[in-house]
């Protein structure tokens, strides 16, 4: 029998660590900005939400081919829960990002900036992830469509991504370029500082949920052993892999 | 008799056109690869005409996005132009990404 929280009370410590230094740094040694002012501090956890959201999508697409090439549902259900989690994480850059363009450009949402409108194409594609598993009922053949989704969805994100960086259009800053960006120093260490923090609260959560999944199984499992098969309701049709 | 085909091959004489010809291409292409793609997996589905759409539609948004840009110049009433060259690479690149990636992916979908 396997301990599925092994190293989750680490990661949480690291994540609850580095989050406050984070916050630290934001509110009392990143400088504030002379353009935006205070507002630009949602700078802080905006960009690292998206980011954070757009490479947890790309993971599950890779545990998707773990899935695909071992057959292993344990992939599929990592695949799922990085994907639900990466939505989450997408919504809520989303919506910081609405608010930081209304403070910042004066309207919510700006249909003509192409990092704006790819990351909502994005979005609304995984959007559909759950959507599809649910409507496919035999559990093997969705945890199969739902890894070939994610593949061709995670394959889809740089290419959005490669296509809104040679449409050039400057309303919407460019944070990770390689010259190093037009951040200050000082700056750029907060902004690493948040985006290793928000990584690690994704790790968190992934592995949170992981092991809550697992341990829910596990309890099923033993319950139909001891108590005998009448004793566990059957699962209704579920997005969700069982 | 070129001359009488001249109606039909003339105007691809021209670069523009060539160049329209080529997004005409790519994005006949990637509408066929993703529409098969799609088709594929919302066959299996219960809500199979919801499906489709709804998944296809965000995969084709870029593709369309990058065609309308390339055809804009081509439609432009003052000073139209050439289809941009980079517009035409998005798609050709969409184009080549997706045919291999439905490629490999295509056996998962049609092994039952």
Redesign the interface.
Known sequence: MTTFGRGLRTLVLATVLTIIVALALVFLYAPLDADQGFIQKIFYLHVPLAIVSLCGFVFGGLLAIGH?RTRNRAWDMRSYVAIHMALIFGVGGLITGSIWAKASWGHWWDWSDPTLT?FL??L??FA?YQ??RF???DPE?QA??A???A???A??VP??F??VR?AQQFVHPRILTLGGGNLPGSMRLTFLVSLLGMALLYATLWKYEMTAKNARIQVRRLRRSLLGDDSVRPLGRSAAPS | MPEALDWLVGPFTLPFMQRALLGALGVGLICAVIGT?VSA?AI?????D??AP??GL??L??ALI?TARAAGPLLAAHGSGSPPT?WI??LA??DV??AL??YA?FD??LE?
């Open positions: 695909l790819s194409i994005v609304l594609l559909t959507p599809l409507s496919i009922e053949r199969r469509y890894s070939v989704f593949v061709v969805s394959a889809f290419l959005n490669i296509a040679l | 793609f997996i299996q589905t219960r809500a199979r919801l499906i709804i998944i965000p995969l948004i870029p990058a980079k690479a998005i690149l969409y990404v997706f990636i439905a992916v998962y979908l039952d």
